[in-house]
């Protein structure tokens, strides 16, 4: 408890008072925010983990909600790669449990097609971070010792070597192998700077649990909605806590194929990398009986993530609850796998009015 308020008050000292939020984080919080918020840990230092999933959009991706008929992925650091698939929320995601079978059904780990699973770092939020910064879609550096570079010449250096001590940044030169850094060491040193971000996400200012649902009462309308939610999507979008969450996320952390259609707008779109047969699961666990499945997202802040699906089929979320009660026809993007436990729920306009309803409390404030 002392080193944690020594640190604390360290911290605090170096980047004076800030604000209200940011001066409640944990050091591990405080640090991961800064590399989340650090435009310079791409190539071309033009993007931040907060470019594409900022709190304005339910730290989800703010130009895609800003206009999601016709942005529906996210623009890389490169001003033209895009790659294939929505810019999910960062936030709430910090419950996801290690990449686990059960029955024959996939749940946890992180990304829509759950790759990165949770067994290297143990922890799947962790290994998510370390992600895009090397995707060469998204951040574009080439080796994690290309991030640890970054953050050594940052202005919040000092604050990763006051708390893992002075050489934490040495693994810089002591070899010259490899342009001057030595892989191993680099790793581990990219793997302490990831589980910090995680951290972050996992924090109050990002997973702030501060929504209607969970700070007020429902109008009559919202709690017919609820009810009728409970009834016909509570399969998947659980109103129960299933682990360590202090309440429902509105997830099983499964996997789904909800029979979501070709986005042929996504197909026009220039520098994308979506080829309009995205497999998901399936290829990452090595099972056709997982193709076509997508990670169940949490619905908090869902009011305000669009577009909607992996590929960002629906602008709006009415469009996604219809979709959810009646397929409308529409042909599958892969019609292995899919779901019948949506497609013909049979509900009429003013309960899905309602459910909508219902789906607005959950936004935080």
């Known amino acids: 408890m002392k080193r944690t308020m020594l640190y604390t008050a360290l911290f605090t000292l170096a980047f004076g008072a800030g604000s209200a939020s940011a001066i409640q984080l944990t050091p591990e919080e405080q640090m991961g925010r800064h590399v989340y918020m650090d435009k310079d840990l791409s190539l071309n230092r033009t993007q931040s983990c907060a470019t594409c999933h900022h709190r304005t959009a339910g730290f989800a991706d703010p130009t895609n909600s800003r206009d999601p008929y016709n942005t529906m992925v996210s623009l890389g650091d490169d001003g033209i790669s895009k790659g294939g698939r929505n810019a999910p929320t960062s936030a709430y995601c910090g419950f996801s449990p290690i990449l686990q079978q059960v029955d024959g059904e996939y749940f946890g780990g992180m990304f829509w097609d759950g790759r990165k699973t949770g067994k290297v770092l143990g922890d799947p939020l962790a290994e ?19 991030v640890v570079i970054r953050v050594s010449e940052s202005r919040y250096a000092n604050l990763f070597v006051r708390y893992f001590g002075p050489d934490f940044f040495a693994v810089l030169g002591d070899d010259e192998t490899d342009d001057g850094y030595l892989d191993a ?6 793997a302490k700077i990831a ?3 995680a951290a972050y996400e996992r924090s109050a200012e990002v997973t702030a649990f501060t929504s209607k649902f969970d700070t007020a009462a429902l109008t009559a309308q919202e709690l017919a909605g609820q009810k009728i939610f409970n ?23 499964g996997y789904v194929n909800v029979g979501v ?8 779109v220039p520098g994308t990398v979506y080829d309009g047969k995205d497999f998901g699961l399936g290829p990452v666990v090595g099972d056709t009986a997982q193709n076509g499945k997508f990670k169940v997202p949490t619905l908090r802040n869902i009011t ?15 469009e996604m609850i ?19 436990a949506t497609g013909d729920m049979g509900l ?16 935080d404030k």
Do not use: W
């Open 322 to 340: 219809s979709f959810m009660n009646d397929r409308g026809g529409l042909v599958p993007e892969v019609d292995q796998n899919v779901t019948t």
């Open 185 to 190: 060491k680099a790793d581990a040193a990219y």
């Open 348 to 363: 009429i306009p003013e309960e899905l009015d309602d459910i909508y309803a219902f789906l607005n409390t959950l936004t």
């Open 231 to 253: 009834e016909n999507c509570s399969s998947c979008h659980t109103d129960k806590v299933v682990g360590s969450e202090p309440a429902p996320l509105f997830t099983n952390y």
């Open 195 to 197: 589980r910090m971000v």
């Open 261 to 268: 259609p070709v986005n042929t707008r996504l197909l026009t």
């Open 304 to 318: 305000m993530t669009a577009p909607y699906s992996h590929n960002g089929y629906f602008t709006t979320l009415k």
């Open 128 to 146: 998510q971070a370390q992600g895009p910064p090397l995707n060469p879609v998204e951040m574009g550096l080439a080796l994690p010792g290309d």
